[in-house]
C-alpha cells in the first residue's frame, strides 16, 4: 500500500492543468460519441486517474467516471469516511460508495441513461470488472488518450531530479551496511522528503538487481530506485564505484 | 522458493477438480497468488508460475532482472506466457483482461480453492509470520519512540518504515490518524503536525519472507483524558473478548459477535457497523487482509494453525476512532497471542 506523504500541491498542478486534461479527455468522448469514460485505478494501477483527477486508491481499487458534460464521479472501495480527505486531494466533488465496483457503475449507467460506455486501456482492465460489464447491457468500447502534457513532463523531471539527487548523496553510505540496514536508511531520507512510494533493488556485481536480502554492501554495489513523488514515477540507478 | 507443501497440495486439488495444469498468476499489487507455490518476492509487473499434473513447475516473469533471479522465463510480451491456456488460474479475477483473452478457452478460476489452501498454516509459514510478529512489536516500540508533538505523521511513517526495512521487512501495511474526537478513521500519512493530547493511531503489518502479521495500538500524547481512558477500556475488553473465544470451531460471525457485544453492552452498538469501522479482524498470510473477514455475517469457521487478527477499531465519541488488536494463532484448543506488545492504552 501506499503510505507515503499524498498530497496535492496546487502550486504544482493547479486546478486548471486536471481542468484541460479533463478537456482532452472530453474531446476523445465527443469524437467517438461516447457520454463518458471509465478509468480504472488500483493502489499499483493508478497513473491514469491520478494524471486526471489526482487520485490515488491508497489501497484497494477504484473505477473513475468522467462524464462528457458532468463532474467527474469516483466510485470507491474504501471507507466513506476517508472520503473528506480524498475530496481535500483531489477533484471529486462526488464520491459513491461502492464495495461492488460494476453495479454500483452499471446503477450510475442507468441513472445517467448512458447506454455506452468509453474505457480507458480497455484490454488491461481486469478480468473481474470487464466480465460483467461486457456482458452487461452497456457497450464498451476502448479510448485511448495521450497522457503527456508540459505540467506531466516538469513533474515526471522533478521526481526524477529527486531520486537522483537524494541517491547521490545516500550512496557512499550502504558501505560495510547490509543491503536491509541500507534500504532503511535509504527509505528515511526518502519518504522524509516526500516520497509516496518507494521500490528499491540492490546488486553487488554478482546477479541481477534485486530487493534486499541481507547481503553485505562492500565496496562495489549499485542501487537501483524507483521513486514515486505526487504520482509520478521516476527510475535511476547508480552505483559504486562511481 | 517452491512451496512443496503446496505443491503436494495443489496436485492433490487438480486430481480432484479433474484439471491437467494450473496458473499461479500475481501482479505487482496481488503477488500472493503466485507467491503461494513460488516464494519469490518478484520486483516487476507480472509473474506466473504453471503448475503441470506431473508436478512440474515452470515460471514467466515480465521484467529480465525477476527472470535472471528466478532462473524463471523471460517473456516482455506477457499475453504470451499465457499461451496455451491452463485448466484453472488462482488470481483470475486481477488478470488483466487481455492475458484472459490470451489462454483461448476461458479458464476455471481456482482462487476461492488456492485461498482455503492458504489458510491453514504450516510450521514453517507459521515461523515467518511470529518473525514478523515480532517485527511489528518492534517496529511499534520504534513508533512510541520517535512520535513527538511537532512531528509529522509522514515524518513518523518515515521513520517506522525505516526501522522495519533495516530490520528485514519485504513490505509493511500501515495506516495512521492522529488528533481527537474529530478523527473518524485511518489513512494514509498527511503532513499534520502531532499536538499533546492526541490519540495517534496505527495498524502496523510488516511482511517477513512474504508472510505479513499485525499489530494495532493507540498512543496519547501526554496524560489520556477520562473519555480516552473509558473507550480503551471498551476496546481492550472487546479485543480480550475475542481473544477468550478463537479456537476451533467457532466462526468469524462468532468473533465478531463477541467484540460488538461489549460495545453494546456500553451503549456504543451503532459505533459497530459500516459507517464508522470496516471489520473486526481478518486472516493474516501471504496477503495483509486476507478472507475470511471477522464480521457478523461471515459463518466461516475457524481452524486450527490459521493465524488471525482480532481488532475491534473503531470510531467512538468518547475518543475519536481507536484501534486495539494482536495477531492470534489458533491452536488445538484455543489460540495463542503472537504479539508480546503489553496491552495497554500507550502513553508518552
Known amino acids: 500500500m501506499k503510505r507515503g506523504l499524498i498530497t496535492w500541491d496546487k502550486a504544482d498542478l493547479p486546478p486548471s492543468v486536471f481542468e484541460a486534461r479533463l478537456a482532452k479527455a472530453r474531446a476523445a468522448l465527443v469524437a467517438q460519441d461516447l457520454p463518458a469514460l471509465l478509468v480504472y485505478s488500483d493502489v499499483w494501477r493508478s497513473t491514469e486517474g491520478r494524471h486526471l483527477t489526482n487520485y490515488m486508491p491508497y489501497w484497494n481499487r477504484s473505477l473513475i467516471v468522467i462524464p462528457r458534460e458532468q463532474a467527474p464521479v469516483l466510485l470507491c472501495g474504501l471507507s466513506p469516511r476517508v472520503y473528506p480527505w480524498i475530496k481535500s486531494v483531489t477533484v471529486f466533488e462526488e464520491i459513491r460508495p461502492a464495495s461492488k465496483l460494476v453495479p454500483t457503475l452499471l446503477q450510475l449507467c442507468t441513472e445517467r441513461g448512458w447506454t455506452k460506455l468509453g474505457v480507458l486501456d480497455l484490454p488491461r482492465l481486469p478480468h473481474e470488472i470487464h466480465l460483467p460489464l461486457a456482458t452487461s447491457n452497456v457497450g464498451i468500447s476502448g479510448v485511448k488518450l495521450d497522457l503527456t502534457d508540459d505540467a506531466e513532463i516538469a513533474m515526471l523531471r522533478r521526481a526524477e531530479q529527486m531520486a537522483r539527487e537524494i541517491l547521490t548523496a545516500e550512496l557512499s553510505k550502504g558501505v560495510g551496511l547490509t543491503d536491509y540496514q541500507f534500504s532503511g536508511l535509504l527509505e528515511r531520507a526518502f519518504r522524509r522528503a516526500g516520497a509516496e512510494d518507494l521500490v528499491l533493488l540492490f546488486s553487488t556485481g554478482d546477479a541481477a538487481p534485486r530487493p534486499a536480502h541481507g547481503a553485505m554492501l562492500r565496496d562495489k554495489y549499485s542501487v537501483a530506485v524507483a521513486l514515486e513523488y505526487r504520482g509520478h514515477w521516476a527510475r535511476v540507478r547508480q552505483g559504486l564505484p562511481l | ?348
Open chain 2, 1 to 348: 522458493m517452491i512451496n512443496e507443501h503446496r505443491r503436494k497440495q495443489l496436485l492433490d486439488l487438480m486430481a480432484a477438480r479433474g484439471w491437467d495444469s494450473i496458473l499461479l498468476y500475481g501482479n505487482a499489487w496481488r503477488k500472493d497468488p503466485f507467491r503461494s507455490l513460488v516464494n519469490l518476492n518478484f520486483s516487476g509487473d507480472h509473474a506466473l508460475a504453471r503448475l503441470a499434473r506431473s508436478g512440474e513447475i515452470n515460471t514467466t516473469f515480465s521484467d529480465p532482472w525477476d527472470a535472471e533471479n528466478a532462473s524463471g522465463t523471460l517473456q516482455p510480451d506477457f499475453e504470451k506466457a499465457f499461451a496455451g491456456g491452463a485448466s484453472a488460474v488462482a488470481g483470475l479475477e486481477f488478470m488483466e483482461e487481455r492475458f484472459v483473452a490470451a489462454c483461448g478457452a476461458l479458464p476455471v478460476s481456482a482462487t476461492a480453492d488456492v485461498e482455503e489452501l492458504r489458510r491453514v498454516k504450516t510450521a514453517e509459514e507459521i515461523g515467518y509470520i511470529k518473525q514478523a510478529c515480532d517485527l511489528a512489536d518492534r517496529g511499534y516500540q520504534r513508533f512510541v519512540e520517535v512520535a513527538e508533538p511537532g512531528m509529522r505523521e509522514f515524518e513518523l511513517v518515515a521513520e517506522v518504515e525505516a526501522f522495519l526495512k533495516e530490520n528485514g521487512a519485504e513490505d509493511n501495511f500501515m495506516l495512521i490518524a492522529s488528533g481527537g474526537t474529530e478523527v473518524v478513521g485511518m489513512k494514509p500519512p498527511t503532513e499534520r503536525k502531532f499536538q499533546k493530547g492526541d490519540s495517534v493511531t496505527t495498524e502496523l503489518t510488516p511482511q517477513v519472507n512474504g508472510y505479513y502479521a499485525q499489530i494495532c495500538r493507540t498512543l496519547i500524547l501526554g496524560e489520556p483524558s477520562l473519555e480516552q481512558r473509558k473507550s480503551f477500556e471498551i476496546f481492550s475488553e472487546a479485543q480480550c473478548a475475542a481473544q477468550d473465544l478463537i479456537k476451533p470451531g467457532i466462526t468469524a460471525a462468532d468473533a465478531a459477535r463477541a467484540q460488538n457485544d461489549v460495545f453494546r453492552k456500553y451503549g456504543y452498538g451503532e459505533y459497530t457497523g459500516a459507517k464508522y469501522t470496516r471489520v473486526r479482524g481478518h486472516c493474516l498470510g501471504l496477503y495483509p487482509d486476507e478472507t475470511p473477514h471477522i464480521l457478523e455475517d461471515v459463518d466461516y469457521v475457524l481452524k486450527q494453525d490459521m493465524v488471525v487478527i482480532a481488532h475491534p477499531n473503531t470510531y467512538l465519541p468518547l475518543s475519536g476512532y481507536m484501534v486495539f488488536g494482536d495477531t492470534l494463532l489458533i491452536t488445538e484448543t484455543g489460540n495463542t497471542r503472537l504479539n508480546k506488545t503489553e496491552k495497554k492504552l500507550f502513553t508518552k
